[in-house]
């Protein structure tokens, strides 16, 4: 079993913690020896942990009452309790089709874009996953702006400029590629003197998406503005209060309207 080839589900259950204790040696030996597979595996054990900070503190939250439904009712309507798991079985599946160009697969390139609601989430996962982090919230700092810039419109394969926030009391801490669903997706964090952080999370290859609303959503503790302008995807999040987002996503948005 041992000697057998490390497979992309090996790969999956180690990030998982679901292998064999032998079979767990065996792919960290290959990780080792592959260190490209070991920066992917360590890019999903950090996206497991976002998801986590973001959904851990509903578990136990109680079912709202709208949602249950009385003995009674339940006993003589048995297939209202089927047509509701059906349902949410409905609405899991849309959202995990939403996120199947995320994990890969054969998809034409003009469909490869991510929707709207699922490009905030990717954005409120990316930044529950690197806003806490305090030793390497970011690959390259806001002191080497020109260079950030430079190396993230290199790889994104437009030119893209991280906002300017400081008279709204946010400064630019840096930025860093993360990969999304049609390429590599640029984040930029910023903080305040609170040391409160929000990122912006820009995404290319939306130039077929015509939803392109001003739009907000809230994933977990973390709150979203996002929109689509031409090819571009944006959505900030932060863990603020919506009004304090919505007057910063209005100075984003005017300051990426602006010429280059």
């Known amino acids: 079993m041992n000697d057998a080839p490390i497979t992309d589900a090996d790969l999956h259950a180690w990030v998982d913690g679901q292998l064999p204790a032998d079979r767990a040696t065996a792919v960290e030996a290959y990780l080792a020896d592959h260190p490209a597979e070991a920066a992917r595996l360590a890019a999903y054990g950090a996206q497991n942990a976002g998801i986590r900070r973001l959904f851990d503190p509903v578990l136990d939250a109680p079912i709202p ?7 009674r009712a339940q006993q003589r309507r048995p297939w209202q309790a089927m047509a509701a798991g059906l349902a949410l079985a409905i609405a899991s599946g849309a959202a995990g089709w939403g996120l199947h160009d995320v994990a890969g697969g054969e998809r034409d390139a003009g469909q490869s874009m991510l929707p709207p609601q699922a490009l905030a989430h990717q954005a409120a996962i990316a930044h529950a996953v690197y806003s806490p982090d305090l030793r390497r919230p970011v690959e390259i700092g806001a002191a080497q702006e020109e260079q950030l810039v430079a190396w993230l419109s290199k790889r994104i ?11 709204l009391g946010y400064e630019l801490i840096g930025g860093r590629l993360l990969p999304g669903a049609s390429g590599p997706v640029a984040q930029f964090m ?8 929000l990122t912006l999370y820009v995404s290319t290859g939306q130039a077929r998406n015509k939803d392109t609303g001003f739009r907000f959503k809230q994933e ?5 503005f996002y929109w689509i302008d031409g090819q571009f ?6 863990g603020v209060d919506k009004g304090e987002l919505a007057r910063v996503a209005a100075a984003v948005y005017g300051q990426l309207d602006e010429p280059a």
């Open 65 to 71: 009452s709208r949602l249950v439904m009385a003995p």
């Open 157 to 167: 394969g437009s030119r893209i400029r991280p906002p300017h926030l400081g008279k």
């Open 190 to 197: 910023y903080h305040d003197r609170a040391g409160q952080r």
């Open 220 to 224: 977990g503790p973390v709150n979203v």
């Open 233 to 238: 995807g944006y959505a900030l999040s932060a």
